[in-house]
């Protein structure tokens, strides 16, 4: 079977683009740079994008065209005889589905806000009403499998229409309504009463606001932004790289995408920073920030139902379009190993999908006596914490390795011959050293921060502690 091709170079940038622009953009990026300090934490965030995230997608880009096949079989295309980095096909393909069975659960609640805010649920709601509305959906197990099947039909009926007629060309119609709904919001609120100081806060930086910090808090977190941002490590990239011809050097390409990305992000902040200082909402509202905040915000606005609107719409458009983005990652699993039709892989996985889905969606209301990571934790916080902590981090360690080991994996030579053919800014190949044996340590190190950071909090509090009691 002939490998599908994008219809055009803007398509493959704006979908890629659309599975890197998610809730890790419009929804995570503004509150951590509200709890971590503001604007020097985005420049820590920038540096790390720039010498972490950027080479890594260039790699996961250049194993997909070099191979033309998913993750599902990516690495046996390429890998030397003998060797088994083919087993990590199964931890990427995992890898999507275990992403997906919470993130439709979350899309679900994009688009049941988009309803409330056109119906006017929320008009007249005082602070603890927004929340006690948010907790009573999220409690209403109906409710919540309802938009979540909905979200998955519409993913997968999008992806069976095929690549260019589907994929690319609803994708492309989401990314540029995203980009003129995001423009119109952030004029809103940057021109809001009040609103300067919020925008202060967000582009100035401040090294006395910075210094409330743990400095290794900090960088953990800007790190971590920096790479889920991309969606790097298990595949959901490399798949676009399939349908891309070797007429464009791969690094030109993932800059565009990550400017794009990181655009959107910023872009978001200058929407929530100004309409919190404005109304008087504080920064660090954390992940309740879109639900239970926002709609304070908008409720205080005039013609706030419409503002509301528009910005749950946004956030609907950012969701699907990485839902979209990594349905194509699944449905290209089924074509590659079993020789399925679109049509059949489309039809069998949502079936599958909503089936996965379930557990997180009932997290929060049938099973909400479920604490698999400990008190006041939920089926949501362990799925998240195994693809984000263990998945991603680890798999881009794989695609580092299988691009750096000369004799032992798919090698540096290839890699750079892949990565640099075509026209636009080359990757490096001074890197070497960095790539084979500088990012691997910093991956390990994040991946077992996150252990630490989770199961022993109190850890680097303790460890300061105790080496200034020695001195």
Request: net charge positive; with cysteine.
């Amino acid at each position: 079977m002939e490998r599908e091709k994008f219809g055009s170079r803007i398509g493959f940038i704006l979908i890629s683009a659309g599975c890197a622009i998610g809730l890790g953009n419009v929804w995570r990026f503004p509150y951590i740079v509200g709890q971590y300090g503001g604007a020097i934490f985005i420049l820590i965030y920038l540096l790390f994008l720039l010498i972490f995230g950027l080479p890594i997608m260039a790699m996961e880009f250049s194993v997909g065209r070099a191979s033309r096949q998913s993750i599902a079989s990516s690495f046996k295309a390429l890998e030397p005889k003998g060797t088994k980095w083919h087993w990590f096909g199964i931890f990427g393909m995992a890898g999507n589905y275990l992403l997906m069975m919470f993130y439709t659960v979350i899309s679900g609640w994009m688009v049941a806000y988009l309803v409330k805010s056109v119906k006017g649920d929320f008009v007249g709601l005082t602070p603890s009403g927004v929340s006690a509305e948010f907790a009573s959906f999220t409690g209403n197990a109906p409710d919540v499998l309802l938009y979540m099947i909905l979200v998955v039909i519409v993913g997968f009926l999008i992806c069976s229409l095929g690549l260019k007629n589907g994929v690319e060309k609803v994708t492309k119609g989401m990314m540029l309504a995203l980009l003129g709904i995001i423009s119109v919001l952030a004029i809103r609120a940057i021109t809001l009463k009040g609103g300067s100081d919020g925008l202060r806060y967000y582009l100035v930086p401040s090294f006395e606001k910075f210094s409330n910090y743990n400095l290794g808090e900090v960088i953990f977190a800007a790190l971590g932004q920096s790479f889920f941002t991309l969606s790097i490590g298990i595949g959901s990239m490399a798949i676009f790289g399939t349908y891309i011809n070797k007429d464009r050097r791969l690094m030109g390409e993932t800059v565009s995408i990550a400017v794009l990305d990181t655009f959107v992000a910023f872009v978001a902040g200058l929407i929530i920073f100004p309409s919190c200082s404005a109304y008087d909402i504080g920064y660090e509202q954390g992940p309740g920030l879109i639900f239970e905040t926002l709609p304070n915000v908008f409720n205080s606005m005039p013609l706030g139902r419409l503002w509301g609107s528009l910005f749950f719409l946004f956030m609907v458009f950012a969701a699907m379009s990485t839902i979209v983005a990594v349905f194509e990652n699944i449905v290209s699993f089924a074509m590659d190993l079993w020789k399925w039709s679109r049509k059949k892989a489309c039809i069998i996985n949502v079936f599958a999908v909503i089936i996965l889905s379930i557990p997180c969606a009932l997290g929060f209301n049938l099973w909400s006596g479920v604490h698999p990571l400990g008190a006041d934790s939920t089926i949501l916080d362990l799925e998240d914490f195994i693809v984000s902590n263990n998945l991603l981090p680890l798999g881009s360690l794989v695609y580092v390795c299988f691009c750096t080991w000369n004799k032992k994996g798919w090698g540096w030579n290839n890699f750079i011959q892949e990565a640099n053919t075509g026209k636009g800014i080359k990757y490096p190949a001074k890197l070497y050293f960095y790539a084979k044996y500088i990012m691997p340590v910093i991956l390990l190190v994040f991946w077992v921060h996150g252990y630490v950071s989770k199961f022993f909090p109190n850890f680097y509090g303790d460890v300061y502690k105790f080496i200034c009691n020695l001195f």
